[in-house]
Nanobody, 127 residues
Framework: QVQLVESGGGLVQPGDSLRLSCAAS????????MGWLRQAPGKERDFVAG????????FYGNFVKGRFTISRDSTNNTLYLQMNNLKPDDTAVYYC????????????????????WGQGTPVTVSS
């Protein structure tokens, strides 16, 4: 069993930065693909960013446009999302998720694409 706990969300102004963290329990964190997804009220879930088990490949949603960076620290079992130049449209609850099975489709937003989900951390971008 893997537990994921996100932190780092909050209220910021347009143009500000935030770094989200996702602390994972379990010794197999380093062998799982990981993703950040988000969902705003009344909207569908978006794929934000994903990273392979070894950090060798990263993937980003089209709207990111170079503003966000996903990374992982397997020593500390933590996934990060550095978000710069935040916009009001980035307002959402951000979730981290992990997948232990092979065949990961990084751009998928399906609930069952991932085996474990965190509880989410809210991000509000407003002036």
């Amino acid at each position: 069993q893997v537990q994921l706990v996100e932190s780092g969300g909050g209220l910021v102004q347009p143009g500000d930065s935030l770094r989200l963290s996702c602390a994972a329990s379990g010794r197999t964190f380093s062998s799982y693909a990981m993703g950040w997804l988000r969902q705003a009220p009344g909207k569908e879930r978006d794929f934000v960013a994903g990273i392979t088990w070894n950090g060798g490949s990263t993937f980003y949603g089209n709207f990111v446009k170079g503003r966000f960076t996903i990374s992982r620290d397997s020593t500390n079992n933590t996934l990060y999302l550095q978000m710069n130049n935040l916009k009001p449209d980035d307002t959402a609850v951000y979730y981290c998720a992990s997948r232990r099975r092979s065949g990961w489709q990084p751009f998928s937003t399906a609930q069952n694409e991932y085996d474990y989900w965190g509880q989410g951390t809210p991000v509000t971008v407003s002036s």
